[in-house]
């Protein structure tokens, strides 16, 4: 759906009950992950340009955890933005993105927090970020989500 921000309701309780496999044993992989930091996120001022820039990154070694299973997500995430002011730190970025790899979360709620902590860092004219899940069990997620102008 382009154009909209899919907003999902993120559920901490669900990371907060002791989930419990088959006799009672209980399932290390839901204990609480803390989240990635967004203050790693830097910002740069730029100059008035002529005409709007648009900005896109592409991160191929993007990889967070299945809160489910625990096992490792991997994806392609697309930011593409145009600034007003203020655009991402190409470092800042990657340290940002690279924080995700120990963080467990469900793929859509990743992909809307990154583009939530970006918005708010730059405040941009508008921002799509997309995430290209790869496939787990014979089924491949993309996600896209938009902040409009």
């Not at 583009?115 to 921002?127: G, I, K, Q, S, W």
């Amino acid at each position: 759906m382009v154009g909209k921000t899919i907003r999902l309701a993120y559920l901490p309780e669900l990371f907060n009950v002791s989930r419990v496999m088959a006799k009672g044993k209980e399932n290390a992989f839901m204990q609480p992950i803390p989240g990635p930091d967004p203050d790693l996120i830097e910002i740069i001022d730029i100059d008035d340009a002529p005409y709007p820039e648009q900005i896109t990154f592409e991160f191929p070694e993007f990889s967070s955890l299945c809160p489910i299973t625990g096992q490792p997500d991997s994806a392609l995430m697309h930011i593409h933005y145009t600034p007003v002011e203020q655009c991402l730190e190409e470092t800042s970025l990657q340290r940002y993105l690279g924080s995700f790899r120990n963080h467990g979360g469900f793929n859509e709620a990743i992909v809307n927090q990154i583009l939530n902590d970006l918005v708010a860092a730059c405040a941009p004219r508008e921002m799509t970020v997309r995430g290209e899940f790869a496939p787990r069990g014979g089924i491949q997620l993309t996600v896209e989500v938009s902040h409009p102008a």
